[in-house]
Nanobody
Framework: RVQLVESGGGSVQAGGSLRLSCALS????????MGWFRQAPGKEREGVAV???????AYADSVKDRLTITRDNDRNNFYLEMSNLKPEDTAMYYC????????????????WGQGTQVTVSS
């Protein structure tokens, strides 16, 4: 079983930056696809960024050039670097992992963190 714990959320003004962290524990996840998702009130959960075992990255169009997904060399932690934040980025952010196909679809991910809130004020 794989466990994920997010940290690093908070409140910032528009144009500010935040770094979200996701710590993994368990076994076997070194070859998993890692992802970040977000869910705003009244909206569906959406994929933000994914990183596969070969270090190929994919981003939602709405966050390209502002958000970057990275991970440690030991693959025990991965991150979402967020810059030039906008009020529409306000949401609960979740990290997730899956041993299967690396997509931006939340139902493809098996393991989830508890979420961390990001609030961007104008």
């Amino acid at each position: 079983r794989v466990q994920l714990v997010e940290s690093g959320g908070g409140s910032v003004q528009a144009g500010g930056s935040l770094r979200l962290s996701c710590a993994l524990s368990g076994s076997g996840y070194e070859s998993y696809c890692m992802g970040w998702f977000r869910q705003a009130p009244g909206k569906e959960r959406e994929g933000v960024a994914v990183l596969d075992q070969d270090s190929t990255r994919a981003y939602a169009d709405s966050v390209k050039d502002r958000l970057t997904i990275t991970r440690d060399n030991d693959r025990n932690n991965f991150y979402l670097e967020m810059s030039n934040l906008k009020p529409e980025d306000t949401a609960m952010y979740y990290c997730a992992a899956t041993p299967w196909v690396c997509t931006m679809v939340s139902s493809d991910f098996n393991y989830w963190g508890q979420g961390t809130q990001v609030t961007v004020s104008s």
